[in-house]
C-alpha cells in the first residue's frame, strides 16, 4: 500500500480513485490477515485454542 501510494499511478488519481483502491487493497489485506491467523492459531483436542 505504502508502495502503492507513493508512485506515480497514485499520483494521478483522483481523491475518489484513491479512496476506492485504498478501500480495496484495505479489505484484501484485512481478509489475508485473519486467514492467516486462523491458520496458525493452534487448536486443542476439544477445539479449544492453546
Known amino acids: 500500500m505504502v508502495d502503492f501510494l507513493s508512485g506515480e ?3 494521478g488519481m483522483t ?5 476506492e483502491a485504498l478501500h480495496t487493497d484495505g479489505m ?3 481478509c489475508q490477515l485473519l486467514q492467516d491467523s486462523l491458520i496458525f ?3 486443542g ?6
Not at 15 to 19: K, N, P, R, V, Y
Not at 45 to 50: D, E, I, L, V, Y
Open 15 to 19: 481523491h475518489a480513485e484513491l479512496e
Open 41 to 43: 492459531v493452534p487448536v
Open 45 to 50: 483436542r476439544n477445539g479449544s485454542t492453546r
Open 9 to 11: 499511478h497514485a499520483a
Open 28 to 30: 484484501r489485506l484485512l
